[in-house]
Structure formats: structure tokens, C-alpha cells
């Protein structure tokens, strides 16, 4: 029974990865508000930086956290120049690319390929819809 139990509990975690629902990501990205660093930015590429980064002077920034349960949000400039919280989920699609949907239907699903993490930086490419 011991070993059934084991041997269950191992299909399961194969299935899950196979699904695509646990990205390669480190535990350490989890948690954590990214903050966009536009002035490294580059054509198709978003660098993401901790909020606790020493950014220069900005107007405002966007930015995003992932939560391990599957938790996004989405960090927009609000009216008032604070952010505003934009909640919904994500799902990866692969090793190195997440779905993101939205609480809010007025904002249209996203597909994210992460470009390379550390523990200072992300980059993030957004994939363009081929719809």
C-alpha cells in the first residue's frame, strides 16, 4: 500500500509538469514585485527588476507578481500615479513560457516568454497573438 501511495503521488507530479503547469522558474521569483526598469528595455524585451531596486526618479512604473499557486497581478500606473492591482492567473505553457488571464474581462489574455531570470533581473518578451 506504501509504495502504491508513492508510486500515485509520482504520476501525479510527472503529470503536472507535463501539463506545463510548473514553470522553470526558482522559488525566489515567487512573492516578489517586479517592477519594470524601462530604461533597459530593448525593442522586445521588458526587464523586470525587485521593488526594492534603486530606481531613478519615474513618474511610475508597471510591473507584475507571480504567486506558486498560480496567483498573478499585473501592476498598472493609477490615476492617481500609485499602482493599481490588476488581478488573474497564469499558467505555464512550457519550460520558459506563461498564460496570463485576468480577472477583468477588458484585459485580453497574455503569453510571456521569459527571456532569463536572476536573482536581480528579468527579462520578459511578450509573444505577440498570431489570431
Not at 525587485?50 to 508597471?62: E, L, V, W
Not at 499585473?74 to 519550460?95: F, V
Request: some cysteine; proline content about 7%; hydrophobic content about 35%.
Amino acid at each position: 500500500m506504501k509504495h502504491f501511495f508513492l508510486l500515485s503521488l509520482l504520476a501525479v507530479i510527472l503529470m503536472a509538469a507535463q501539463c506545463g503547469t510548473n514553470p522553470d522558474l526558482p522559488a525566489w521569483v515567487y512573492g516578489k514585485t517586479w517592477l519594470n526598469s524601462y530604461e533597459e528595455d530593448t525593442v522586445d524585451v521588458k526587464t523586470y527588476r525587485p521593488n526594492t531596486f534603486d530606481f531613478p526618479p519615474s513618474r511610475g512604473r508597471t510591473g507584475f507578481m507571480l504567486q506558486e499557486d498560480g496567483t498573478f497581478i499585473r501592476y498598472g500606473i493609477a490615476p492617481t500615479d500609485g499602482l493599481e492591482e490588476q488581478p488573474g492567473k497564469w499558467e505555464a505553457q512550457g519550460k520558459n513560457r506563461l498564460r496570463i488571464t485576468f480577472e477583468n474581462p477588458k484585459h485580453e489574455p497574455e503569453e510571456l516568454e521569459i527571456v532569463s531570470v536572476s536573482a536581480e533581473v528579468i527579462k520578459i518578451r511578450r509573444i505577440r497573438n498570431q489570431e
